[in-house]
């Protein structure tokens, strides 16, 4: 929590820097920010336990389906193929890291609350920064054409 303003990391983040003008994209960008933030507010120290499962379960519907959405606007726009392509494999490497996360949970391995959240991070906000915050100038080239 930032005590400041009494929000966490994500949703401050997300408010800020991460709106990318396409109304469809920023409205699933906030709702996998919102499910972080519910990860993140349950108090079980277990990663097994019921609600911190369910969530992290409807998370991956969420970002398998935003997956979907984000890379027919990427195909669309005028992103260079090479780095259309290295958007896509991250994309599929975090669905490989989830997939492997849940078969690991099934198989009774004991994984740490904290670090189901670092690896949910990293596929939520870095993913976000790191790729999603590009989209925007190709929308807007292939706008202006």
Not at 48 to 59: D, R
Not at 82 to 101: D, G, V
Not at 128 to 137: G, L
Request: glycine share 4%; charged share 25%.
């Amino acid at each position: 929590m930032n005590s400041e303003r009494g929000q966490s990391t994500s949703e401050q983040t997300m408010n800020r820097d991460l709106l990318l003008g396409l109304p469809e994209i920023d409205s699933e960008h906030r709702a996998l920010f919102a499910q972080l933030d519910r990860l993140i507010g349950k108090p079980q120290s277990h990663s097994v336990a019921e609600p911190f499962s369910e969530i992290l379960s409807q998370l991956g519907r969420q970002i398998d389906a935003h997956f979907v959405s984000e890379e027919s606007l990427l195909k669309a726009c005028d992103m260079p193929p090479e780095e259309l392509a290295e958007h896509m494999s991250a994309h599929e490497e975090i669905l490989e890291q989830y997939t492997r996360l849940n078969l690991d949970l099934m198989a009774g391995k004991a994984i740490g609350q904290q670090s189901i959240l670092k690896m949910v991070r990293g596929w939520i906000v870095d993913h976000v920064h790191q790729y999603d915050s590009r989209i925007r100038q190709y929308v807007s080239l292939s706008e202006e054409q």
